[in-house]
């Protein structure tokens, strides 16, 4: 009996060491850690069950009879993060390159099928090679079933990718179609076809970090919605996500002990906005000044900058934060922030996740790149993202809310259920001076009659109440009471129900 149980601890042992010693310490010398030890650092202390770890491939082609490691090149299973069930999977580089068999692709997909239905996060650790070159279409075949399942959790539960090493090929389709995807710099790649493809095709020289690193996907692809300096950042910074959202589309956001006063005024706000409607202001401040001690998520921090996307916590409880900002591009909405802030706004439509927008918009950036490249179907990403969430959506306007825009930025029009605007706000077609070109063309010589019209328009127009006699706005508040306002107004809306009409499904424009 205790050979037995002893030979279960040899062959555990065995498994744990994945490729060997050798192929562990080259892992390091990359400055990458195992697929063990990053679940370690992920999950909370002796909290993962790992499942399938006697798997071995099953090919005979090209030798592959002799070798049969345990686990086949990827770690499976369970664990909690701050005591709340997330399934994981990651890709053990030191086998066969991590690349995906038949057998390593079921491991995922069984760990994928749990997390379905028991409703539970699934986190992917990518660090492969791609198909194994030795299986064939079978391994191609592993893929597709991967694919099916990130298709049906969307949505049901959040999926998180890392990328930690290579992902390439069609291997890179699983990572796009889950919730957010997370690089490590100078260690990770994503790229459909590699630098010497691009070579032969297109006679373009790059190298691989180039093509598909962590700058490249988070600043100017948008692939990635962040990136870390080392495999421990990344994992403490998903840990960090993790806490902020439900389980599953059949929870709502777990609510954490907070120890900041609702009520807590902030006076400093009440000149956040300066004197001159050109000048720019950071729009970080008003959210750390709103958020739950200051803190706040931020994701696509390096991408249109234009906008903010990411998650603070009012009264405990989870609020995705969409916000203009005026320091990047006077904070105009464009092709790229309007595509940021759409996907971002599902996320926390299908996750019951209520919304925050702060408006400081002066309108859609014009040019023919912008059109060209179609940001008549890109905005109305953004525009159909708010009308159709049906999540709680508070909404606070601080300076300008130009045209197209301020319908666009979760206006009561698109079902907003409290829209605030401080005093400041100026909510109109268009800035008081292009309006006045348009109508007075033919004083344009007279630059005091000109003058004249801009301030009378100005006098109209550049203030929050022609909009709250409308009853668009439904309170004009004080700058410093807007925790307090903001809090209240989403601790009222907890209770809120709304449905769109039965459909299948929508047509959003793609
Ligand atoms: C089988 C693989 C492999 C693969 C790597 N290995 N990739 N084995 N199938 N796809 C093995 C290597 O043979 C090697 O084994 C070990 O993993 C480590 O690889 P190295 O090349 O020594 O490592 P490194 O120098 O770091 O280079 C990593 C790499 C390179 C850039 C990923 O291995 C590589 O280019 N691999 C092939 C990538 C590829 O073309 N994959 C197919 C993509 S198409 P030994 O025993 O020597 O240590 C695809 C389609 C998916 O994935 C489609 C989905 C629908």
């Known amino acids: 009996m ?118 539970a996060p699934v986190i992917g650790i990518n660090d492969s090679g ?186 405990g409880q989870t609020v995705g934060v969409v916000a203009n900002q005026p320091m990047v591009l006077a904070g105009v909405l464009d092709i790229d922030s309007a595509r940021k802030a759409a996907r971002f706004v599902r996320f926390c439509d299908c996750f019951e996740i209520p919304i925050l927008t702060l408006v400081d918009v002066p309108g859609f950036l014009p040019g023919t790149t912008q059109e060209y490249n179609g940001v008549i179907k890109h905005g109305a990403k953004l525009l159909f993202a708010y009308g159709e969430a049906t999540v709680p959506k508070v909404t606070v306007i601080t300076r300008k809310a130009y045209g197209g825009a301020y319908v666009v930025m979760s206006s009561k029009h698109l079902r907003g259920d409290v829209n605030y605007a401080w005093p400041t706000a100026e909510i109109a077609v268009m800035g008081a001076k292009g309006a006045t070109e348009i109508l007075y063309r033919s004083e344009l010589g007279d630059p005091d009659k000109i003058a004249g019209r801009v301030k009378e328009y100005e006098d109209q127009f550049a203030n929050p109440f022609v909009a709250a006699e409308r009853g668009f706005i439904d309170e004009v508040i004080q700058p410093r009471s807007t925790r307090k306002r903001v809090c209240r107004a989403f601790a009222a809306l907890r209770t809120k129900r709304r449905q769109m009409p039965w459909k299948k499904h929508d047509n959003i424009p793609l």
């Open 130 to 315: 791609g198909a194994r070159i030795q299986e064939g279409v079978a391994s191609l075949a592993a893929y597709g079933e991967v694919f099916q399942r990130n298709i049906e959790a969307s949505g049901v539960v959040p999926q998180i990718s890392l990328i930690m090493g290579p992902c390439a090929g069609g291997a890179v389709y699983s990572p796009a179609m889950t919730d957010f995807i997370f690089m490590v710099k100078d260690s990770s790649y994503m790229f459909v076809t590699g630098p010497d493809v691009v070579k032969t095709v297109t006679n373009e020289h790059v190298t691989a970090e180039q093509l598909g690193g962590a700058s490249t996907h988070t600043r100017k692809s948008s692939v990635a919605d962040g990136a870390f300096e080392d495999d421990v950042e990344a994992m403490s910074e998903v840990r960090r996500l993790i806490d902020f959202l439900p389980l599953s589309n059949r929870e709502k956001p777990p609510v954490r002990p907070f120890y900041d006063d609702p009520s807590r005024v902030e006076e400093s706000l009440d000149t956040l906005i300066p004197d001159n409607p050109n000048m720019p202001y950071d729009m970080k401040e008003l959210i750390h000044k709103l958020a739950d001690e200051g803190d706040f998520y931020e994701l696509q921090a390096d991408f249109a900058g234009n906008i903010l996307t990411g998650f603070i916590r009012l009264e």
């Open 2 to 119: 205790k050979d037995i149980l002893e030979q279960l601890e040899q062959r555990r042992a065995d498994a744990r060491l994945g490729g060997g010693q050798n192929r562990i310490d080259a892992q390091h010398a990359k400055g990458k850690l195992t697929a063990r030890e990053r679940i370690e650092l992920l999950l909370d202390e002796d909290s993962f069950e790992e499942y399938d770890m006697f798997v071995t491939h099953r090919s005979t082609d090209f030798g592959m009879a002799a070798s049969k490691p345990r686990g086949d090149g990827v770690v499976t299973g369970w664990g909690t993060v701050n005591g709340r069930v997330v399934y994981v999977f990651a890709q053990d580089f030191t086998v066969l390159g991590g690349s995906v068999s038949e057998t390593h692709g079921a491991k995922i997909c069984k760990i994928m099928d749990m997390a379905m239905q028991n409703g």
